[in-house]
């Protein structure tokens, strides 16, 4: 899978790509969003006692904010060998936080429904960025949602817009769905787009959302799906 540009391609769904990445630059990087920033969302849909699941964790401080933050099982995983051996290295005194390498698109290790919540901070972007995108974001997808509890909680933090992710996501059948927005840049607080806490308008095809924010907002998009079995029932009864 590879991320065409005008100065060349990376393959961002290798994990060969990735060990690189974390052989040259071991030091900690979060991408789009801190915890701090993040935490007052994650506080109106996921519990300390949750068992929370980070898809795509590389070296990110996100686990360990959570953590010290008082949440009690939070698990993360990566396609990269390298980063998950020097995150279990990092973090061998806290064994809150548990480190394993592992596929996205295919997390047969962990059981259906055994997770109450999954936070995405850029995976799936990743794999939209590449060749077989569509098929790739919906093997992801499946997994998330099968390894969710009902009313199980997938937050998916990215760049795409309702325009590019809405329809993906509602193309499942799995969840109901709640958007929120927050600034990519810090701002002073007159000057915030949106509030984080406050969700947005969001009507079926998103468009209500340039109407609240703007079509141009600098934001991250957040979705909150929340997993609602029924939904993936009702529709396979339409197809008999």
């Given at each position: 899978m590879t991320l065409g540009t005008s100065t060349g391609s990376h393959a961002y769904g290798e994990p060969s790509y990735w060990d690189q990445r974390y052989r040259q630059d071991?030091?900690?990087?979060?991408?789009?969003?801190k915890y701090k920033t993040l935490a007052p969302l994650f506080d109106l849909y996921i519990s300390r006692s949750h068992r929370v699941l980070l898809v795509g964790c590389g070296n990110s401080?996100?686990?360990e904010g959570m953590v010290s933050d008082g949440y009690q099982d939070v698990v993360n995983i990566d396609v990269s060998s390298v980063v998950i051996e020097a995150m279990c290295q990092k973090y061998e005194d806290k064994p809150e936080l548990?480190?394993?390498k592992m596929d996205v698109r295919d997390m047969n290790t962990f059981e259906s429904g055994s997770f109450d919540a999954v936070i995405d901070k850029g995976t799936l972007d990743s794999l939209m960025c590449g060749?077989?995108?569509y098929h790739n974001a919906k093997k992801m997808l499946e997994e998330v949602g099968r390894i969710l509890k009902d009313k199980g909680i997938y937050i998916l933090i990215t760049y795409g817009d309702p325009s590019y992710?809405?329809?993906?996501l509602k193309?499942?059948?799995?969840?109901t769905i709640t958007m929120h927005a927050i600034d990519r840049m810090e701002k002073s607080p007159e000057q915030k787009t949106w509030e984080l806490t406050k969700p947005l308008p969001l009507n079926k095809d998103g468009t209500s959302l340039n109407t609240a924010i703007g079509s141009n907002?600098?934001?991250?998009?957040?979705y909150v799906c929340i997993k609602d079995e029924c939904l993936r029932q009702q529709a396979e009864a339409k197809e008999i």
């Open positions: 071991p030091g900690p990087f979060d991408w789009y969003q401080t996100l686990g548990k480190y394993i060749q077989n995108a992710r809405l329809q993906l193309d499942l059948h799995l969840w907002a600098e934001v991250h998009y957040i």
